[in-house]
């Protein structure tokens, strides 16, 4: 039995798709981001960080339990774990890892950014929004070009993808604002019509 603490995020919404996706079965903890449970010590013994979406996996590896943060991490290990969503084929394993941290280290860090400049910086500046939303975009055009020709990010649905599917959806009015990404908004459809994919984005809500 896993023990998942989220909230209503892109990151936990990523690594909650990976959880549903793999068929493991786990026990939800909501975390209250707004009433400062992420700083309770009993859930800092977890994360010391301090930050969403963390597990516990009681049945770890050798059989002891483990604690692990960080939506990226969590999308690996629970790919090594079960053996699936992590390509076989050594050149698919490079491209899916690409791509996942491409979507973790830059797609996400800008989306993050965006949220942070509209809700909690002391000065609020349009230009730098605006400069930000192109940043996403600049990235969600680089996985448009990679789509046009293949299903999905590492040509098999992958980590990858189930990192970079978040992101693209809270981001969909600026992704339907700019246009010309046909190729993008159909890999949305498809990873949206997987019903894993839809009890993961709902389990973080």
């Known amino acids: ?39 309770a010590s009993s859930f800092l013994r977890i994360n010391p960080a301090g930050a969403i979406p963390a597990i516990v996996d009681h049945d770890g590896p050798g059989g002891a339990p483990l604690s692990l943060a960080q939506s990226g991490a969590i999308l690996l290990y629970l790919a090594m774990k079960t053996g699936r969503f992590f390509p076989l084929d050594p050149a698919r394993r490079a491209e899916a890892f690409q791509w996942l941290m491409q979507a973790m280290s830059d797609a996400a860090a800008a989306s993050m950014t965006i949220f942070l400049l509209g809700n ?14 192109e940043r996403v975009l600049k990235y969600l055009r ?33 992704i339907d604002r700019a246009g010309g990404l046909p190729h993008l908004v159909r890999w949305m459809a498809a990873l949206a019509s997987r019903p894993g994919v839809q ?7």
């Open 1 to 39: 039995m896993i023990d998942f603490y989220t909230a209503k995020s892109s990151n936990g919404q990523r690594a909650a798709i990976m959880l549903e996706e793999c068929g493991l079965a786990y026990t939800l903890h909501p975390v209250d981001l707004l009433h400062g449970e992420q700083r």
């Open 142 to 174: 680089l996985a448009d070009e990679r789509l046009a020709d293949r299903e999905f990010l590492a040509s098999e649905v992958s980590i990858a993808d189930f990192a970079l599917y978040p992101i693209a959806v809270v981001r969909r009015p600026l």
């Open 199 to 205: 009890r993961g984005m709902q389990a973080a809500v």
């Open 120 to 133: 909690f910086v002391p000065d609020k500046s349009d230009a730098n929004v605006a400069y930000f939303e």
